[in-house]
């Protein structure tokens, strides 16, 4: 199993950019996906965007356009660049490969 750990969130205004970070236990390289997903307040959890052992990435509409997701293979880790954000992003942020999820890192997106 492995363990994921994240990083990076915030507090940043409307229009602002973060880069979450999502730190993994032992080699992405046999993993087969990764993925972020978030929980706002009173929301259930839902899937932001996904990364594949090969590369392939795909985004919730909600977000395409506006974040990317990455990965280092030599660092173990997985990245949420988030671009252009909204107070409707305002969320927790999960990292989830492998059958576990890490802590979360809060967003929030306020003026």
């Known amino acids: 199993q492995v363990q994921l750990v994240e990083s990076g969130g915030g507090l940043v205004q409307p229009g602002g950019s973060l880069r979450l970070s999502c730190a993994a236990s032992k080699s992405i390289v046999s993993i087969n996906a990764v993925a972020w997903h978030r929980q706002a307040p009173g929301k259930q959890r839902e899937w932001v965007a996904m990364i594949t052992r090969g590369g392939t990435t795909n985004y919730a509409d909600s977000v395409k356009g506006r974040f990317t997701i990455s990965r280092d293979n030599a660092k173990n880790t997985v990245y949420l660049q988030m671009n252009s954000l909204k107070p409707e992003d305002t969320a927790v942020y999960y990292c989830?490969?492998?059958?576990?999820w890490g802590q979360g890192t809060q967003v929030t997106v306020s003026s």
């Open positions: 989830y490969s492998s059958l576990s």
